[in-house]
C-alpha cells in the first residue's frame, strides 16, 4: 500500500484546482485536506499537502508572445474540406453561421490554451469548442460573448 503522502499526492493530480492552487500558494491546507477521498487524520494529510506545495515551486504562465483576433460568423458544417476546427464529427467553418471565433497566433500552444480557457471560465465566458495546433489557438463562442472573449484571452496572453 501507498504512504500517506503517495496517495495525497495522488489524489491531488485527480483535482487540478487543488494541484493548481498549491502551486500558486492559496491553498488552506486544513480545508483541502478535508476535501480529499484519504483515509488519516486531517493534520497529518494537511502537512503532506504542506511538503508537495513545497516541492512543487511556483507556477509559471505560459510563455507567449501571441497576436488576438476575432472571425465572426463561424458556423457548424458538414463535409467542409477546409474546416477552420474539427472536434469529432463537428467542423466549424467561417461565413457558415452565427458564432464567433477567438484566434490567437504566434508562440502559443497547449498550456496557453489551458490558461486561457481558464481566464474565460472565471469570466463566465461559455466556449462551445476550442482547439489548439502548431502555433494557432482557436476558441469558438457566441457572437455576443466575442468582445469580451477577445478582451480576456488578449489578457490571458499578455505579459508585461
Known amino acids: 500500500m501507498a504512504s ?22 492559496v491553498i488552506n491546507y486544513t480545508a483541502a485536506a478535508r476535501v480529499l477521498d484519504v483515509d488519516g487524520e486531517t493534520e497529518v494529510i494537511a502537512t503532506a499537502l504542506r511538503r508537495y506545495a513545497e516541492e512543487l515551486g511556483d507556477d509559471p504562465l505560459p510563455d507567449t508572445d501571441g497576436r488576438v483576433s476575432m472571425q465572426s460568423g463561424l458556423g457548424v458544417v458538414a463535409d467542409d ?26 508562440a502559443v500552444g497547449p498550456a496557453a490554451l489551458e490558461h486561457a480557457l481558464g481566464v474565460l471560465r472565471a469570466g463566465e465566458i461559455d466556449v462551445e469548442a476550442a482547439g489548439v495546433a502548431g502555433e494557432t ?24
Do not use: C, H, K, Q
Not at 489557438?137 to 508585461?160: C, K, Q, T
Open 81 to 106: 474540406p477546409d474546416p477552420l476546427l474539427v472536434v469529432g464529427d463537428t467542423a466549424y467553418r467561417a461565413d457558415a453561421g452565427s458564432l464567433t471565433g477567438i484566434v490567437a497566433t504566434g
Open 137 to 160: 489557438i482557436l476558441f469558438v463562442v457566441s457572437r455576443r460573448a466575442g468582445p469580451n472573449a477577445l478582451r480576456a484571452v488578449e489578457a490571458a496572453l499578455e505579459r508585461d
Open 4 to 25: 500517506l503522502a503517495a496517495r495525497t499526492r495522488e489524489a491531488v493530480r485527480e483535482r487540478p484546482f487543488l494541484y493548481d492552487g498549491l502551486r500558486a500558494g
